[in-house]
Protein backbone atom coordinates (compact mmCIF):
# COMPACT_ATOMS: atom_id res chain seq x y z
CA UNK A 1 0.00 0.00 0.00
CA UNK A 2 1.42 3.50 -0.96
CA UNK A 3 1.54 5.61 2.04
CA UNK A 4 0.18 9.36 0.61
CA UNK A 5 3.49 12.05 0.92
CA UNK A 6 2.67 14.22 3.74
CA UNK A 7 4.27 16.82 2.11
CA UNK A 8 1.17 17.19 -0.19
CA UNK A 9 -1.56 19.08 1.57
CA UNK A 10 -5.21 18.61 0.66
CA UNK A 11 -5.97 20.97 -2.24
CA UNK A 12 -9.05 23.29 -2.39
CA UNK A 13 -11.84 22.04 -3.74
CA UNK A 14 -14.06 24.32 -6.68
CA UNK A 15 -17.21 25.72 -5.62
CA UNK A 16 -20.26 23.60 -6.85
CA UNK A 17 -21.14 25.12 -10.46
CA UNK A 18 -23.74 27.62 -9.39
CA UNK A 19 -21.93 28.74 -6.97
CA UNK A 20 -19.44 32.39 -8.16
CA UNK A 21 -15.55 30.89 -8.03
CA UNK A 22 -12.17 32.92 -7.98
CA UNK A 23 -10.43 32.19 -11.02
CA UNK A 24 -7.56 33.78 -11.62
CA UNK A 25 -6.49 34.06 -15.90
CA UNK A 26 -2.99 34.69 -17.23
CA UNK A 27 -3.28 35.53 -20.73
CA UNK A 28 -6.13 37.05 -20.29
CA UNK A 29 -5.86 40.33 -22.90
CA UNK A 30 -5.23 37.65 -25.99
CA UNK A 31 -8.23 36.27 -28.37
CA UNK A 32 -8.69 33.03 -26.38
CA UNK A 33 -8.45 34.90 -23.06
CA UNK A 34 -10.75 37.84 -23.54
CA UNK A 35 -13.49 35.47 -24.70
CA UNK A 36 -12.86 33.42 -21.49
CA UNK A 37 -13.11 36.50 -19.34
CA UNK A 38 -16.44 37.37 -20.81
CA UNK A 39 -17.61 34.32 -20.41
CA UNK A 40 -16.95 33.88 -16.68
CA UNK A 41 -18.40 37.45 -16.04
CA UNK A 42 -21.59 36.40 -16.93
CA UNK A 43 -21.55 33.53 -15.43
CA UNK A 44 -20.81 35.43 -12.13
CA UNK A 45 -17.14 34.56 -11.10
CA UNK A 46 -14.85 36.67 -9.90
CA UNK A 47 -11.75 37.06 -12.10
CA UNK A 48 -8.37 38.30 -11.20
CA UNK A 49 -6.12 38.69 -14.32
CA UNK A 50 -2.18 38.49 -14.40
CA UNK A 51 -0.47 41.02 -16.30
CA UNK A 52 2.70 42.18 -17.03
CA UNK A 53 2.27 45.79 -17.20
CA UNK A 54 1.73 47.60 -13.58
CA UNK A 55 -1.71 46.20 -11.93
CA UNK A 56 -4.66 48.44 -11.79
CA UNK A 57 -5.39 48.25 -7.74
CA UNK A 58 -8.62 48.20 -8.43
CA UNK A 59 -9.29 46.29 -11.68
CA UNK A 60 -9.02 42.77 -10.00
CA UNK A 61 -5.24 42.51 -11.55
CA UNK A 62 -1.97 41.09 -9.95
CA UNK A 63 1.17 41.81 -11.52
CA UNK A 64 3.96 39.10 -12.68
CA UNK A 65 7.00 39.03 -14.53
CA UNK A 66 7.85 35.56 -15.80
CA UNK A 67 10.98 36.62 -17.47
CA UNK A 68 12.35 37.71 -13.79
CA UNK A 69 10.53 34.73 -11.90
CA UNK A 70 8.38 37.60 -10.01
CA UNK A 71 4.83 36.77 -8.78
CA UNK A 72 3.15 37.84 -5.45
CA UNK A 73 2.52 34.64 -3.82
CA UNK A 74 0.05 35.84 -1.31
CA UNK A 75 -2.06 37.40 -4.19
CA UNK A 76 -2.39 34.33 -5.20
CA UNK A 77 -4.10 32.74 -1.70
CA UNK A 78 -7.09 31.65 -1.44
CA UNK A 79 -8.25 31.38 -5.50
CA UNK A 80 -10.28 28.85 -6.61
CA UNK A 81 -8.60 27.86 -9.85
CA UNK A 82 -6.03 29.03 -12.38
CA UNK A 83 -6.30 29.62 -16.09
CA UNK A 84 -2.79 29.66 -17.63
CA UNK A 85 -3.18 30.50 -21.26
CA UNK A 86 0.19 32.89 -22.16
CA UNK A 87 2.60 32.31 -24.48
CA UNK A 88 3.61 34.15 -27.64
CA UNK A 89 1.86 33.91 -30.75
CA UNK A 90 3.16 30.71 -32.97
CA UNK A 91 2.60 32.02 -36.21
CA UNK A 92 3.48 35.82 -36.38
CA UNK A 93 6.49 35.55 -37.96
CA UNK A 94 9.47 33.05 -40.10
CA UNK A 95 11.05 31.31 -36.86
CA UNK A 96 14.08 32.51 -36.12
CA UNK A 97 16.69 30.51 -33.56
CA UNK A 98 15.91 33.67 -31.56
CA UNK A 99 11.84 33.13 -32.34
CA UNK A 100 11.90 29.63 -31.48
CA UNK A 101 13.64 30.10 -28.09
CA UNK A 102 10.64 33.04 -27.31
CA UNK A 103 8.07 31.12 -28.61
CA UNK A 104 9.57 28.04 -25.92
CA UNK A 105 10.34 30.51 -22.72
CA UNK A 106 7.07 32.26 -23.12
CA UNK A 107 5.33 29.32 -22.09
CA UNK A 108 7.91 26.74 -20.30
CA UNK A 109 8.95 29.85 -17.66
CA UNK A 110 5.86 31.53 -17.22
CA UNK A 111 4.01 28.03 -16.48
CA UNK A 112 6.35 27.12 -13.96
CA UNK A 113 7.03 30.07 -12.30
CA UNK A 114 3.28 30.05 -12.18
CA UNK A 115 2.87 25.97 -11.02
CA UNK A 116 5.73 26.41 -8.41
CA UNK A 117 4.07 29.35 -6.96
CA UNK A 118 0.66 27.69 -6.57
CA UNK A 119 2.45 24.73 -5.00
CA UNK A 120 3.27 27.01 -2.01
CA UNK A 121 0.34 28.30 -1.11
CA UNK A 122 -1.35 27.25 2.16
CA UNK A 123 -4.62 27.84 0.28
CA UNK A 124 -3.92 26.13 -2.97
CA UNK A 125 -6.64 26.46 -5.82
CA UNK A 126 -8.33 23.26 -6.49
CA UNK A 127 -8.03 22.86 -10.31
CA UNK A 128 -5.18 24.49 -13.00
CA UNK A 129 -6.11 24.59 -16.73
CA UNK A 130 -2.98 25.33 -18.22
CA UNK A 131 -3.00 25.47 -22.53
CA UNK A 132 -0.59 23.29 -24.56
CA UNK A 133 -1.39 22.27 -28.85
CA UNK A 134 -2.46 19.63 -30.67
CA UNK A 135 0.88 20.11 -31.61
CA UNK A 136 2.05 18.23 -29.13
CA UNK A 137 1.54 14.75 -31.45
CA UNK A 138 3.64 16.67 -34.48
CA UNK A 139 2.54 15.54 -38.21
CA UNK A 140 -0.06 12.47 -38.04
CA UNK A 141 -1.23 12.28 -41.63
CA UNK A 142 -4.34 10.84 -41.69
CA UNK A 143 -4.16 9.31 -38.17
CA UNK A 144 -6.38 9.56 -35.46
CA UNK A 145 -4.87 10.62 -32.44
CA UNK A 146 -6.57 11.14 -29.07
CA UNK A 147 -5.35 12.28 -25.65
CA UNK A 148 -3.67 8.48 -25.42
CA UNK A 149 -1.40 9.08 -28.15
CA UNK A 150 1.89 9.46 -28.37
CA UNK A 151 3.76 12.44 -28.61
CA UNK A 152 5.35 13.90 -32.37
CA UNK A 153 8.58 14.81 -33.31
CA UNK A 154 9.75 18.66 -34.45
CA UNK A 155 9.92 22.22 -32.39
CA UNK A 156 6.57 22.20 -31.33
CA UNK A 157 5.76 18.63 -30.47
CA UNK A 158 8.92 19.73 -28.52
CA UNK A 159 7.75 23.03 -26.77
CA UNK A 160 4.29 21.32 -25.85
CA UNK A 161 5.89 18.65 -23.99
CA UNK A 162 7.96 21.15 -22.09
CA UNK A 163 5.20 23.09 -21.64
CA UNK A 164 2.90 20.18 -20.27
CA UNK A 165 5.95 18.94 -18.16
CA UNK A 166 6.16 22.70 -16.62
CA UNK A 167 2.71 22.00 -15.01
CA UNK A 168 4.14 18.99 -12.71
CA UNK A 169 4.94 21.60 -10.00
CA UNK A 170 1.16 22.12 -8.87
CA UNK A 171 0.45 18.41 -9.70
CA UNK A 172 3.10 17.21 -7.29
CA UNK A 173 1.16 19.57 -4.88
CA UNK A 174 -1.99 17.67 -5.51
CA UNK A 175 -3.83 19.95 -7.48
CA UNK A 176 -5.59 19.06 -10.04
CA UNK A 177 -3.76 19.94 -13.22
CA UNK A 178 -5.60 19.60 -17.26
CA UNK A 179 -3.69 20.03 -19.78
CA UNK A 180 -5.79 22.09 -22.61
CA UNK A 181 -4.27 20.60 -26.26
CA UNK A 182 -6.11 23.66 -28.13
CA UNK A 183 -6.52 23.22 -32.12
CA UNK A 184 -6.80 26.03 -34.42
CA UNK A 185 -9.12 28.49 -33.12
CA UNK A 186 -11.77 29.99 -35.55
CA UNK A 187 -13.60 33.70 -34.67
CA UNK A 188 -13.63 36.23 -37.14
CA UNK A 189 -12.33 38.45 -34.13
CA UNK A 190 -8.60 37.03 -34.72
CA UNK A 191 -6.32 34.26 -35.23
CA UNK A 192 -6.28 31.94 -38.50
CA UNK A 193 -9.72 32.99 -40.01
CA UNK A 194 -9.77 36.42 -39.50
CA UNK A 195 -6.25 36.55 -41.20
CA UNK A 196 -7.86 34.64 -44.25
CA UNK A 197 -11.09 36.16 -44.84
CA UNK A 198 -10.07 39.28 -46.68
CA UNK A 199 -8.03 37.08 -49.26
CA UNK A 200 -11.24 34.26 -49.71
CA UNK A 201 -13.32 37.39 -50.11
CA UNK A 202 -11.85 39.18 -53.11
CA UNK A 203 -11.87 34.82 -54.42
CA UNK A 204 -7.90 34.63 -53.93
CA UNK A 205 -8.58 32.36 -51.48
CA UNK A 206 -7.64 28.23 -51.77
CA UNK A 207 -5.74 25.18 -50.93
CA UNK A 208 -2.69 25.22 -49.64
CA UNK A 209 0.30 22.63 -50.69
CA UNK A 210 -1.47 19.19 -51.63
CA UNK A 211 -4.39 20.15 -48.93
CA UNK A 212 -4.03 16.74 -47.63
CA UNK A 213 -3.06 17.73 -44.55
CA UNK A 214 -5.88 17.43 -41.43
CA UNK A 215 -6.67 20.73 -39.52
CA UNK A 216 -8.33 20.27 -36.12
CA UNK A 217 -10.24 23.32 -35.56
CA UNK A 218 -12.57 24.38 -32.65
CA UNK A 219 -14.47 28.38 -32.67
CA UNK A 220 -13.50 30.39 -29.82
CA UNK A 221 -17.35 29.83 -28.08
CA UNK A 222 -16.55 26.05 -28.16
CA UNK A 223 -13.08 26.58 -26.68
CA UNK A 224 -14.35 28.79 -23.76
CA UNK A 225 -17.44 27.07 -23.00
CA UNK A 226 -14.90 24.08 -22.56
CA UNK A 227 -12.25 25.79 -20.39
CA UNK A 228 -15.28 26.26 -18.27
CA UNK A 229 -16.49 23.35 -18.44
CA UNK A 230 -13.14 21.93 -17.19
CA UNK A 231 -12.65 23.67 -14.20
CA UNK A 232 -15.93 22.12 -12.84
CA UNK A 233 -15.29 18.92 -14.10
CA UNK A 234 -13.51 17.04 -10.65
CA UNK A 235 -13.12 14.09 -12.69
CA UNK A 236 -11.15 15.13 -15.65
CA UNK A 237 -7.72 15.75 -15.22
CA UNK A 238 -4.27 15.45 -17.67
CA UNK A 239 -4.62 16.15 -21.90
CA UNK A 240 -7.56 17.11 -22.83
CA UNK A 241 -8.28 17.59 -26.79
CA UNK A 242 -9.68 21.39 -27.45
CA UNK A 243 -11.04 20.35 -30.66
CA UNK A 244 -14.48 20.14 -32.99
CA UNK A 245 -15.24 15.97 -32.98
CA UNK A 246 -14.91 16.72 -36.76
CA UNK A 247 -11.42 18.05 -38.36
CA UNK A 248 -11.28 18.71 -41.86
CA UNK A 249 -8.40 18.53 -44.92
CA UNK A 250 -7.51 21.99 -45.67
CA UNK A 251 -8.95 21.31 -48.96
CA UNK A 252 -12.28 20.60 -46.73
CA UNK A 253 -11.69 23.89 -45.06
CA UNK A 254 -10.92 25.65 -48.39
CA UNK A 255 -13.83 24.53 -50.06
CA UNK A 256 -16.40 24.98 -46.96
CA UNK A 257 -15.61 28.76 -46.43
CA UNK A 258 -15.60 29.66 -50.31
CA UNK A 259 -19.21 27.68 -50.17
CA UNK A 260 -20.06 30.23 -47.13
CA UNK A 261 -18.84 33.17 -48.91
CA UNK A 262 -19.78 32.44 -52.07
CA UNK A 263 -16.41 33.08 -53.73
CA UNK A 264 -14.06 30.98 -55.72
CA UNK A 265 -11.64 28.63 -54.60
CA UNK A 266 -9.34 27.94 -57.80
CA UNK A 267 -6.02 29.41 -56.58
CA UNK A 268 -3.50 27.16 -54.54
CA UNK A 269 -0.21 28.07 -52.31
CA UNK A 270 2.59 25.24 -54.04
CA UNK A 271 4.34 24.04 -51.23
CA UNK A 272 7.22 24.92 -52.14
CA UNK A 273 6.34 28.63 -52.05
CA UNK A 274 5.10 27.83 -48.66
CA UNK A 275 8.78 26.73 -47.51
CA UNK A 276 9.54 29.79 -49.50
CA UNK A 277 8.32 32.63 -47.66
CA UNK A 278 8.10 31.16 -44.48
CA UNK A 279 10.97 28.51 -43.88
CA UNK A 280 10.17 26.33 -41.35
CA UNK A 281 7.13 27.88 -39.73
CA UNK A 282 4.95 27.49 -42.87
CA UNK A 283 6.18 23.75 -43.11
CA UNK A 284 5.32 23.33 -39.47
CA UNK A 285 1.96 25.19 -39.63
CA UNK A 286 0.84 24.98 -42.74
CA UNK A 287 2.04 22.26 -44.64
CA UNK A 288 1.78 19.47 -41.55
CA UNK A 289 -1.74 18.19 -40.23
CA UNK A 290 -3.46 16.35 -36.99
CA UNK A 291 -6.36 14.78 -37.12
CA UNK A 292 -7.16 14.82 -33.35
CA UNK A 293 -10.50 13.64 -31.64
CA UNK A 294 -11.42 15.31 -28.62
CA UNK A 295 -11.82 12.28 -26.82
CA UNK A 296 -12.58 12.91 -23.08
CA UNK A 297 -14.83 15.81 -23.54
CA UNK A 298 -17.00 13.93 -25.65
CA UNK A 299 -16.84 11.09 -23.24
CA UNK A 300 -17.42 13.55 -20.00
CA UNK A 301 -20.69 14.66 -22.24
CA UNK A 302 -19.60 18.70 -23.24
CA UNK A 303 -22.03 19.77 -25.67
CA UNK A 304 -20.34 21.13 -28.61
CA UNK A 305 -22.31 24.37 -30.27
CA UNK A 306 -20.22 23.77 -33.31
CA UNK A 307 -19.43 20.02 -33.99
CA UNK A 308 -19.45 20.77 -38.13
CA UNK A 309 -17.15 22.96 -39.76
CA UNK A 310 -19.72 24.64 -42.22
CA UNK A 311 -22.72 25.66 -40.12
CA UNK A 312 -20.06 26.78 -37.66
CA UNK A 313 -18.44 29.07 -40.30
CA UNK A 314 -21.87 30.30 -41.88
CA UNK A 315 -22.82 31.11 -38.01
CA UNK A 316 -19.97 33.24 -37.20
CA UNK A 317 -20.38 35.17 -40.41
CA UNK A 318 -23.63 36.06 -39.57
CA UNK A 319 -22.91 37.40 -36.60
CA UNK A 320 -19.77 39.53 -37.92
Not at 211 to 221: A, E, H, K, N, V
Not at 243 to 271: C, D, I, Y
Not at 302 to 307: A, E, K, M, T, V
Request: a positive charge.
Amino acid sequence: MTMPDPSVRDAAVMPARDNAARVVVAGSSGLVGTALCALLCTRGHNLDRLVRRPAQAEGGEIRWDPARGELDAGSLEGADAVVNLAGEPIAAERWTDARKQAILTSRTEGTRLLCETLARLSRRPGVLVSASAVGYYGDRGEEWVTEESAAGAGFLADVCRQWEAATQPAREAGIRVVNLRIGVVLSTAGGALARMLPAFRFGLGGRIGTGRQYMSWITLDDLAAAVEHLLFASQISGPVNAVSPNPVTNAQFTKALGRVLRRPTFLSMPAFAVRLALGEMGEAVLLSGVRARPARLLADGFPFRDPELEPALQRMLRQQ
